[in-house]
T-cell receptor, first 115, second 116 residues
Framework: DGGITQSPKYLFRKEGQNVTLSCEQN?????MYWYRQDPGQGLRLIYY???????QKGDIAEGYSVSREKKESFPLTVTSAQKNPTAFYLC??????????????FGDGTRLSIL | AQKVTQAQTEISVVEKEDVTLDCVYE???????LFWYKQPPSGELVFLIR??????QNEISGRYSWNFQKSTSSFNFTITASQVVDSAVYFC?????????????FGPGTRLSVLP
């Protein structure tokens, strides 16, 4: 079945450590997105990518980095510069970039916690 | 700027009751799209419905119905005869253009608890 796979489901980070969250899709979608969700809050956009080798900052990009070397993959690195990384991270994809009339399809999420 | 407001933070109902989740949006764009997503306890967001700004016809899908009113900038979601499995966080979202391009904005979500 086509879909979006995020791994790992749970991730623990030590202070000062970078960690990378994986997101893979086999939907042949051009656009991919990373969102952060904090308890009781909506989704905030971290980064998005409309095509391979291109990505744009979202509303809360500081302390995060991404790459888009393949259409199927959009990994997110949470760097040590992100002072409050504990959150639920959701990856999404869509057929056309940045919304338009197409819904975004979401992965199951990765829950990141600080040790 | 685009904005989506879901004034109800949490709602609790007893099974079989009807419940309406409110969504109010703001945009200056004349062509835009509205979405509802469901986030069950497992975490993934599930797409429920899309509506474009030119189609004000209400839609019904089983126990779910949506009421789009452009005059009040609202896109409310009603669950009829609620069930425990409907317990989730529901997000309303807006896709529209602003000065910076196409923008996809989520509301803060409404947590629905359906009690047996």
């Amino acid at each position: 079945d086509g879909g979006i796979t995020q791994s790992p489901k749970y991730l623990f980070r030590k202070e000062g450590q970078n960690v990378t969250l994986s997101c893979e899709q086999n939907l042949n979608h051009d656009a991919m997105y990373w969102y952060r969700q904090d308890p009781g809050q909506g989704l905030r956009l971290i980064y998005y990518s409309q095509i391979v080798n291109d990505f744009q900052k979202g509303d809360i990009a500081e302390g995060y980095s991404v790459s888009r070397e393949k259409k199927e993959s959009f990994p997110l690195t949470v760097t040590s510069a992100q002072k409050n990384p504990t959150a639920f991270y959701l990856c999404a994809s869509s057929i056309v970039p940045m919304g338009a009339d197409q819904p975004q399809h979401f992965g199951d999420g990765t829950r990141l916690s600080i040790l | 700027a685009q904005k989506v407001t879901q004034a109800q933070t949490e709602i609790s109902v007893v099974e079989k009751e009807d419940v309406t989740l409110d969504c109010v949006y703001e945009t200056r764009d004349t062509t835009y799209y509205l979405f509802w997503y469901k986030q069950p306890p497992s975490g993934e967001l599930v797409f429920l419905i899309r509506r474009n700004s030119f189609d004000e016809q209400n839609e019904i899908s089983g126990r779910y119905s949506w009421n789009f009113q452009k005059s009040t900038s609202s896109f409310n979601f009603t669950i009829t005869a609620s069930q425990v499995v409907d317990s989730a966080v529901y997000f309303c979202a807006l896709s529209a253009r602003d000065n910076y391009g196409q923008n996809f904005v989520f509301g803060p979500g409404t947590r629905l608890s359906v009690l047996p």
